[in-house]
Protein backbone atom coordinates (compact mmCIF):
# COMPACT_ATOMS: atom_id res chain seq x y z
CA UNK A 1 0.00 0.00 0.00
CA UNK A 2 1.40 3.73 -1.22
CA UNK A 3 0.50 6.86 0.40
CA UNK A 4 1.45 8.46 -2.69
CA UNK A 5 -0.94 11.03 -3.77
CA UNK A 6 -3.06 11.02 -7.00
CA UNK A 7 -4.15 13.76 -8.73
CA UNK A 8 -8.26 13.10 -9.31
CA UNK A 9 -10.70 15.74 -11.07
CA UNK A 10 -14.29 16.59 -10.40
CA UNK A 11 -16.69 19.43 -10.32
CA UNK A 12 -20.34 20.44 -10.51
CA UNK A 13 -23.16 18.32 -12.64
CA UNK A 14 -23.07 21.27 -15.26
CA UNK A 15 -19.19 20.72 -15.50
CA UNK A 16 -18.99 24.70 -15.16
CA UNK A 17 -16.72 24.43 -11.94
CA UNK A 18 -13.86 21.95 -12.44
CA UNK A 19 -11.26 21.01 -9.75
CA UNK A 20 -8.19 18.65 -8.98
CA UNK A 21 -7.22 17.74 -5.65
CA UNK A 22 -4.90 15.10 -4.71
CA UNK A 23 -5.30 12.17 -2.73
CA UNK A 24 -4.20 8.72 -1.01
CA UNK A 25 -5.61 5.51 -2.87
CA UNK A 26 -7.22 4.96 0.72
CA UNK A 27 -9.53 8.00 1.87
CA UNK A 28 -11.83 9.00 4.42
CA UNK A 29 -14.81 10.41 3.93
CA UNK A 30 -17.06 12.75 6.51
CA UNK A 31 -20.84 12.15 6.27
CA UNK A 32 -21.56 15.06 8.50
CA UNK A 33 -25.46 15.17 9.58
CA UNK A 34 -25.35 19.10 10.55
CA UNK A 35 -28.18 21.00 9.32
CA UNK A 36 -26.70 21.77 5.78
CA UNK A 37 -24.84 18.72 4.50
CA UNK A 38 -27.59 16.56 6.11
CA UNK A 39 -29.60 18.05 3.94
CA UNK A 40 -27.80 18.02 0.79
CA UNK A 41 -26.35 14.58 2.14
CA UNK A 42 -22.95 15.82 1.65
CA UNK A 43 -20.66 13.42 2.14
CA UNK A 44 -17.03 15.34 2.27
CA UNK A 45 -12.83 14.18 2.23
CA UNK A 46 -11.19 17.09 4.17
CA UNK A 47 -7.49 18.44 2.69
CA UNK A 48 -5.18 21.13 2.61
CA UNK A 49 -5.34 24.00 0.91
CA UNK A 50 -2.32 23.19 -1.15
CA UNK A 51 -3.79 19.94 -2.20
CA UNK A 52 -6.88 21.64 -4.32
CA UNK A 53 -6.72 23.24 -7.49
CA UNK A 54 -9.92 24.99 -8.73
CA UNK A 55 -9.53 24.19 -12.58
CA UNK A 56 -11.98 26.53 -14.10
CA UNK A 57 -15.18 28.30 -12.98
CA UNK A 58 -14.94 30.55 -10.30
CA UNK A 59 -17.01 33.17 -11.77
CA UNK A 60 -19.92 30.75 -11.57
CA UNK A 61 -19.71 30.46 -7.76
CA UNK A 62 -22.07 31.67 -5.25
CA UNK A 63 -21.16 31.53 -1.68
CA UNK A 64 -23.89 30.86 1.15
CA UNK A 65 -22.61 30.98 4.75
CA UNK A 66 -24.86 30.55 7.97
CA UNK A 67 -24.63 30.37 12.03
CA UNK A 68 -21.03 31.88 12.58
CA UNK A 69 -20.42 32.60 8.97
CA UNK A 70 -17.25 31.16 8.97
CA UNK A 71 -17.72 27.86 6.56
CA UNK A 72 -17.67 29.13 2.84
CA UNK A 73 -20.33 26.95 1.28
CA UNK A 74 -19.38 27.75 -2.31
CA UNK A 75 -22.26 26.36 -5.17
CA UNK A 76 -22.33 26.69 -8.70
CA UNK A 77 -24.65 29.42 -9.11
CA UNK A 78 -25.96 27.41 -13.09
CA UNK A 79 -26.56 23.65 -11.47
CA UNK A 80 -26.56 24.29 -7.23
CA UNK A 81 -23.82 21.35 -6.66
CA UNK A 82 -21.82 21.70 -3.90
CA UNK A 83 -18.68 20.23 -5.14
CA UNK A 84 -16.20 21.72 -2.46
CA UNK A 85 -16.25 24.18 0.30
CA UNK A 86 -13.83 26.00 2.80
CA UNK A 87 -15.34 24.08 6.25
CA UNK A 88 -15.29 25.80 9.29
CA UNK A 89 -13.31 23.47 11.04
CA UNK A 90 -10.59 23.58 8.75
CA UNK A 91 -10.79 26.98 7.35
CA UNK A 92 -7.20 26.35 5.60
CA UNK A 93 -8.33 23.64 3.87
CA UNK A 94 -11.12 22.45 1.18
CA UNK A 95 -13.96 19.41 1.45
CA UNK A 96 -14.55 18.13 -1.52
CA UNK A 97 -18.00 16.56 -2.02
CA UNK A 98 -16.74 12.65 -2.09
CA UNK A 99 -19.73 11.82 -5.18
CA UNK A 100 -18.50 15.47 -6.84
CA UNK A 101 -15.29 13.25 -7.61
CA UNK A 102 -15.27 12.19 -11.14
CA UNK A 103 -14.71 8.43 -10.48
CA UNK A 104 -15.39 8.44 -6.81
CA UNK A 105 -14.79 4.76 -6.94
CA UNK A 106 -11.21 4.76 -7.98
CA UNK A 107 -9.56 4.29 -4.56
CA UNK A 108 -8.22 1.22 -2.64
CA UNK A 109 -10.51 1.81 0.10
CA UNK A 110 -12.89 4.63 0.99
CA UNK A 111 -13.97 4.81 4.86
CA UNK A 112 -17.18 6.46 5.23
CA UNK A 113 -17.44 8.06 9.12
CA UNK A 114 -20.51 9.30 10.45
CA UNK A 115 -19.33 12.89 11.85
CA UNK A 116 -21.53 14.63 14.45
CA UNK A 117 -22.12 18.10 12.98
CA UNK A 118 -25.40 18.27 15.04
CA UNK A 119 -23.08 18.78 18.14
CA UNK A 120 -20.05 20.62 16.10
CA UNK A 121 -18.40 22.46 19.41
CA UNK A 122 -18.20 19.27 21.07
CA UNK A 123 -16.35 17.30 17.96
CA UNK A 124 -14.99 19.53 15.58
CA UNK A 125 -11.48 19.32 17.25
CA UNK A 126 -11.39 15.75 15.68
CA UNK A 127 -10.92 17.06 12.15
CA UNK A 128 -8.54 19.95 12.45
CA UNK A 129 -5.74 17.47 11.37
CA UNK A 130 -6.77 17.11 8.31
CA UNK A 131 -5.93 20.11 6.31
CA UNK A 132 -2.08 19.78 7.36
CA UNK A 133 0.05 18.76 4.92
CA UNK A 134 1.76 15.65 6.51
Known sequence: ?????????????CKAVRFKVAL??????EDC??????MSQNAHIIV????????????????????THKAQHLF???CGIKSFYIPRSNPDGFAVTWRCLDDPHAFEH???????GVNWEQHAGSLA???TDD
Not at 1 to 13: I, K, R
Not at 33 to 38: K, Q, Y
Not at 110 to 116: G, L, R, S, T, Y
Request: include cysteine; proline fraction near 5%; aromatic fraction near 10%.
Open 1 to 13: MSNALTWHQGGCH
Open 76 to 78: CSV
Open 129 to 131: HKS
Open 24 to 29: PSRIEV
Open 48 to 67: PASRFRLLSGEDKLSTYTFN
Open 110 to 116: VAIHPFN
Open 33 to 38: DCSVCF
